[in-house]
């Protein structure tokens, strides 16, 4: 008498009995063995007559050995991390120096360190509801 499963239980999938064919595999790879060969003669073939192919070309003149023609102006940024850096130090001068904004409005600037005190000292200018400095 057959064993039944439990109950709940699935039964189980058929086994596969089916053994994988050699042949066809076997055929596989001895073409890609055959495929890799012809290949590998094709290429020693190849390569001797495409370098004396090349041989046979006169050889182009060295593109650095000529002179590089100078561009028309405006002439841009010739080196632009040293013009960056002075760029930088004249607008650090700017921050820590006093100077004239307008001389004729008797507009200065100051130092921002200065400014900074300043601002600490007498607080945030405001205005009032009707828009004037009290």
């Known amino acids: 008498m057959a064993e039944t499963p439990p109950r709940g239980s699935r039964p189980l999938p058929p086994s596969v009995t089916e053994d994988v064919q050699l042949r066809p595999v076997l055929a596989f790879g001895a ?39 100078v561009p028309p102006a405006p002439r841009l940024q010739v ?28 507009l200065v600037r100051i130092p921002l360190a200065r400014a900074m005190e300043l601002l600490v000292e007498r607080g945030l200018p405001f205005r009032d509801a009707q828009g004037k400095n009290p």
Not at 38 to 63: D, E, F, H, N
Not at 88 to 94: D, G, H, L, W
């Open 31 to 69: 073409g890609l063995v055959m495929l890799a060969v012809i290949t590998l003669l094709l290429m020693g073939w190849l390569l001797p007559a495409l370098m004396a192919r090349q041989a046979q070309r006169p050889m182009p003149s060295a593109v650095l050995s000529e002179p590089v023609p």
């Open 79 to 106: 080196a632009p991390g040293q013009e960056l850096q002075q760029l930088r130090a004249a607008e650090e001068e700017i921050l820590r120096s006093y100077g004239w904004v307008n001389k004729e409005d008797g």
